[in-house]
């Protein structure tokens, strides 16, 4: 029977087939591959002696580590802009990595009820999102607003949720499915974070389509980055890189470069460049450093 794997606990799984749910065994070969079953992992089930193993896993798309899940499609990225402040390089960092990953993105932005209409400062924000091609979703989870748009995104996605803590992750998951699935947290008087309230990867299955929430991340470890991903996760820039003088170039100090022309005509914005331009040369001076 073939399946997916929706919950991981104590080298117990549980996955589900099209009729039912089956409490399953990894078999041992796996641990000889340095293989280890993930939730999210595809997989063809037998049963032996009434209990159900794990005979094969089927190949990945992708893979996280934190949270620990595969063949992930989609990601909400959820981030407030007040009550925790936004932290811009935080969300571009989630950005990057959701792109290197290959997901369809929507960027959220929880507790809008905050937000005053002349806040131009949050104003701006939203705006640089939108303006790199990003959809975005304004919500306040806490009174269900805008979740009916992310319930229609779901069907036939595994979709992760991902974000600082405190931006009201849980609760738009528990608004989402309609039910209480994760413990909500409180933000911290002292510290003005969230803390964090997920223990577990798992996949809830909501709308034809499966939700996965996930710890909430402070920082986000980029070292497996190199230049040609980040060049590729920046998705504003690749209607004009085609004119950039040098086909190699990384719209940096190169000369003739259609990205910085599209930068200095107001077409880019300038904080998403400049988180560009500061995470490339940390690449390129580990690189140098390493040799």
């Excluded at 899940?69 to 990595?97: M, Y």
């Excluded at 990205?259 to 998403?272: F, H, T």
Aim: glycine fraction near 6%; proline fraction near 2%.
């Amino acid at each position: 029977m073939e399946g997916i794997i929706v919950k991981g606990i104590g080298g117990n799984y549980y996955v589900k087939t099209h009729e039912e749910l089956i409490k399953c065994k990894a078999r041992g070969k796996f641990r000889f591959d340095d293989l280890t079953p993930m939730v999210g992992d595809k997989v063809n089930v037998v049963l032996e002696k009434g209990e159900g193993l794990i005979d094969t896993i089927y190949e990945r798309h992708n893979d996280l580590i934190r949270p620990f899940v595969a063949n992930v499609t989609q990601a909400f990225i959820i981030v407030t802009l007040k009550n925790p402040k936004l932290n811009f390089n935080l969300l571009n960092s989630f950005l990057v990595l959701c792109e290197c990953k290959k997901l369809k993105i929507t960027v959220c932005f929880n507790k809008m009820d905050l937000v005053d209409d002349k806040d131009e400062e949050s104003i701006k924000a939203i705006n640089i999102i939108k303006k790199a091609g990003y959809e975005v979703a304004l919500l306040n989870a806490k009174k269900n607003i805008g979740i009916e748009v992310l319930k229609g995104k779901l069907s036939n996605e595994v979709t992760v949720f991902c974000g600082p803590s405190g931006v009201g992750k849980s609760t738009i998951l528990n608004a989402i499915s309609g039910r209480k699935i994760m413990e909500t947290g409180e933000i911290s008087l002292k510290s003005k974070r969230g803390k964090h309230t997920t223990r577990h990867s798992e996949l809830i299955e909501v709308n034809e389509g499966f939700l996965v929430d996930t710890p909430g991340f402070s920082s986000l470890d980029m070292k497996f980055l190199d230049k040609q991903m980040l060049l590729d996760s920046f998705i504003e820039f690749h209607n004009y890189s085609l004119d950039c003088k040098f086909s190699d170039c990384l719209h940096n100090k190169e000369p003739q470069c259609a990205v910085k022309k599209a930068l200095i005509e107001g077409k880019i914005s300038q904080e998403r460049y400049d988180f560009y331009v500061k995470t490339l040369e940390e690449i390129l001076s580990s690189r140098r450093n390493k040799k």
